[in-house]
């Protein structure tokens, strides 16, 4: 997936969660910031990012801060992305256990109580819901969800459970936003009751996924599955 009229510039500071200020082509500017997570061991004053111009006179600010450079490798932050780069990658054929051939990708669908990021049917008539999850937060190559405390989360990977077990086939999809993620965890230290609920939808049949990615300041293409488990210890990098 490609970003348009993206930007190179630097980071400065981040006033809230909403926001960053940035120095572009000798200017400092306010971007929106395209992720609500902390984000505290990649938003270092001096940080390249990537930036994308969007002229709308109807928005407060013309940037959103989509990417930034740690040490040697680029991290895509955008909280929108994953679902996209998931949707273009299922209609591309990206297989998953249990289904063959895709022949209903139906986003944002309602199940009882759950709203889940994709319902899908193949083409034997299977049935099931996946969602998906962004993971930006990663140190030694390790990746970890989430960043931040997500109520929502648990509650769906709750309502996967349900629909495991009324016959639908589930799963869990961690989109790791960078390269240099080569396995991914739970993050215990902020959510270990996340940890619990992934491993009870495990053992109700929830297939859990885990891609990295090939990120450019303006690009992200999915690269290669990587091994998941939610009890690998995980030490926060700040």
């Known amino acids: 997936m490609f970003y348009k009229n993206i930007q190179e510039g630097t980071f400065i500071a981040r006033p809230n969660r ?6 572009l082509n000798g200017e400092v500017i306010v971007a929106h910031v395209k992720n609500t997570g902390r984000g505290k061991e990649v938003f270092l004053p ?3 990012v990537g930036l994308v111009y969007d002229p709308n006179p109807k928005r407060k600010t013309h940037y959103d801060l989509v990417s930034v450079l740690k ?3 680029w991290f895509n932050i955008d909280s929108q992305l994953p ?12 297989p998953l256990p249990g289904l063959k051939k895709l022949t209903v990708i139906k986003p944002e669908t309602f199940f009882q109580e759950a709203r889940f990021d994709f319902y899908l049917e193949d083409e034997t008539g299977e049935k099931g819901f996946l969602e998906v999850k962004g993971m930006t937060h990663e140190n030694k190559g390790l990746g970890a969800f989430p960043d931040a405390p997500s ?3 648990l ?3 709750d309502h996967l459970i ?6 639908y086939h589930t ?9 240099s993620m080569k396995k991914g965890t739970v993050n215990t230290e902020m959510q270990p009751a996340f940890a619990e609920k992934i491993t009870e939808a495990k053992r109700a049949g929830t297939e859990i996924l885990c891609y990295n990615c090939d990120v450019s300041p303006g690009t992200i293409f999915l690269k290669d599955k990587i091994f998941f488990d939610e009890n690998l210890p995980f030490d926060s990098p700040v």
């Open 83 to 94: 679902n996209h780069l998931v949707f273009e990658s299922l209609k591309n054929g990206l």
């Open 155 to 157: 509650k769906h990977v």
């Open 18 to 23: 909403f926001i960053a200020h940035c120095l």
């Open 71 to 73: 040490k040697d490798t």
């Open 162 to 167: 349900t629909a495991q077990n009324l016959g």
């Open 151 to 153: 109520l929502r989360g």
């Open 171 to 179: 799963f869990v999809f961690f989109l790791a936003q960078s390269s």
């Open 46 to 48: 001096g940080a390249k």
